[in-house]
Nanobody, 114 residues
Framework: VQLQASGGGLVQAGGSLRLSCVASGSIFRFSAVGWHCQAPGKQRELVASIDSASTTNYADSVKGRVTISRDNAKSTVYLQMNSLKPEDTAVYYC?????????WGKGTLVTVSS
């Protein structure tokens, strides 16, 4: 399984970005997928996840500002981020979990200027 994330960039505080992550292979629709972020000097942490039944989970820090969604026909998971804050600046990674194994994509950098 390969995951390709895109959509990062530079945005002003208060702005929005939509991240996308496309998965190869045929297991996407059976998998839980998620987005994680890693700021400089910090550990990678979960931002949001969505399971195969489309049940979602969000970190407290992003609730109300971020929406995760999936399109199984396109093997793609999205992260819509609104009202971005400078503290959201990080590399964002998508992940796919299938039968206990986690796959990671290369990150996409999100920079929020104040």
């Amino acid at each position: 399984v390969q995951l390709q994330a895109s959509g990062g960039g530079l945005v002003q505080a208060g702005g929005s970005l939509r991240l996308s992550c496309v998965a190869s292979g045929s297991i996407f629709r059976f998998s839980a997928v998620g987005w994680h972020c890693q700021a400089p000097g910090k550990q990678r942490e979960l931002v949001a996840s969505i399971d195969s039944a489309s049940t979602t989970n969000y970190a407290d820090s992003v609730k109300g500002r971020v929406t995760i969604s999936r399109d199984n026909a396109k093997s793609t998971v999205y992260l819509q981020m609104n009202s971005l804050k400078p503290e959201d600046t990080a590399v964002y990674y998508c992940s796919l979990n299938y039968r206990g194994k986690t796959y990671w994509g290369k990150g996409t950098l999100v920079t929020v200027s104040s």
